[in-house]
């Protein structure tokens, strides 16, 4: 079938070349991570892509973008990237995620979120490139659930305060963008990459080691597929602002761990419910950042998928 081609006037004067819908020319920040995989996986046909990842890291598995490593920091290197690449489209999801590290290690936090997310906005006003920024639920004290778009930030954690400053620095940019805040993301993790709650987890379980879970406090877990789902409606439908992408069932960390435990088949005898209080080394955490996910039904058109139906599919692709 023939591709149908139309351009679109966006930001800086740039025509954007869409094919059957969709921008052609993307750079993922973060190819390696969670999200960028899940991101990657789903590209819609016709989307030629180019994902970064740190300059030190191995690649066992082959990936369906073309891996460039480069450091966020360092603009040479990253200015070689969007010369390469030369996106009509950027979506810059590598960060430090670790909510404890964040806490305990602030200054490369600050480095890596903050200045490696103004790094990337200069480039994409050099380069004429539309930005998606990944946000998180971490922006809000967790105080008000369930959160909209608008309501007022108010991070609690260095993460968080770093996560919100970076939203500040795009919204102000000047530029064509979206910031997509997720929550708590679960799938298999590109090898190498970050355990999530059900890796975790499910690793715990299956040698049978007990483990203890937070009961009082409360998620809209996401599976990485799902938010991949909300970025790609994002950008085909050219969509500017902000949007949250949650899960549907509002659950503790417990529930969460018990329907992992359910659907993996594993002993939930094993799974003790505690409250946070029980870790009081970690970053202190917002008790319900849960969102209200109206806009991502309504206006992108995205269902918000359950647990069981997220740790289903990733059941199913683990043997597959
Ligand atoms: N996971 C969650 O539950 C969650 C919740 C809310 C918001 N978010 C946000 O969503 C985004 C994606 O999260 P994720 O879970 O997919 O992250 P992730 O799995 O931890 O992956 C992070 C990615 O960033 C890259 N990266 C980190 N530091 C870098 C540096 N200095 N230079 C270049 N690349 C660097 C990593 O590269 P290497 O693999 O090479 O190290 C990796 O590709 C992040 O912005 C995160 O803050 C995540």
């Known amino acids: 079938m023939e591709l149908s081609r139309c351009s679109l006037q966006l930001g800086f004067e740039k025509r954007i070349t869409f094919i059957g819908g ?16 899940a991101l990657q996986n789903s590209a819609p046909t016709g989307v030629q892509g180019y994902a970064t990842c740190t300059p030190t890291r191995s690649l066992p598995l082959p990936l369906p973008f073309a891996i460039l490593p480069a450091d966020l920091n360092n603009y040479v290197e990253m200015k070689a990237i969007f010369q390469k690449s030369q996106p009509e489209v950027v979506i810059h999801t590598a960060a430090i995620g670790s909510v404890d590290f964040a806490e305990k290690n602030r200054e490369i936090t600050h ?19 539309r930005l998606i920024f990944i946000s998180s639920n971490a922006v809000f004290d967790g105080t008000n659930p ?23 620095l795009v919204q102000h940019s000047g530029l064509n963008f979206a910031i997509v ?30 483990i203890k879970v937070v009961d009082n406090i409360y998620s809209k877990p996401l599976p990485a597929y799902s938010c991949a789902e909300v970025i790609w409606a994002v950008l085909n439908q050219n969509r ?44 202190i955490r917002p008790k319900d950042t849960s969102f ?14 359950s647990i069981i139906e997220g740790l289903k599919k990733m059941k199913a692709e683990r043997f597959s």
């Not at 480095?111 to 490139?129: D, M, Q, R, S, W």
């Not at 778009?149 to 770093?162: K, L, M, S």
Request: proline fraction near 5%; include cysteine.
């Open 22 to 37: 969709i921008v052609t020319n993307i750079l993922i920040t973060g190819g390696t991570g969670l999200l960028g995989v």
């Open 111 to 129: 480095k890596v979120n903050y200045e490696g997310t103004k790094l990337i906005i200069n480039l994409c006003k050099e380069f004429n490139a």
């Open 146 to 168: 369930f959160y909209s778009e608008t309501a007022p930030v108010n991070p609690i954690n260095y993460y968080g305060q770093i996560k919100a400053d970076a939203e500040q």
């Open 181 to 210: 805040r997720t929550i708590m993301l679960y799938g298999w993790q590109y090898p190498g990459g970050r355990d999530n709650p059900v890796t975790w987890w499910v690793r715990s379980l299956e040698e049978n080691k007990p």
């Open 240 to 283: 500017s602002g902000i949007y949250h992408a949650a899960g549907r069932d509002h659950v503790t960390l417990y529930e969460f761990a018990l329907k992992t435990a359910q659907v993996f088949e594993l002993n939930s005898n094993l799974i003790e419910a505690v409250p946070d209080s029980y870790f009081p080394d970690i970053a």
């Open 292 to 305: 209200d996910t109206t806009k991502m039904e309504t206006e992108l058109g995205v269902q918000p998928v």
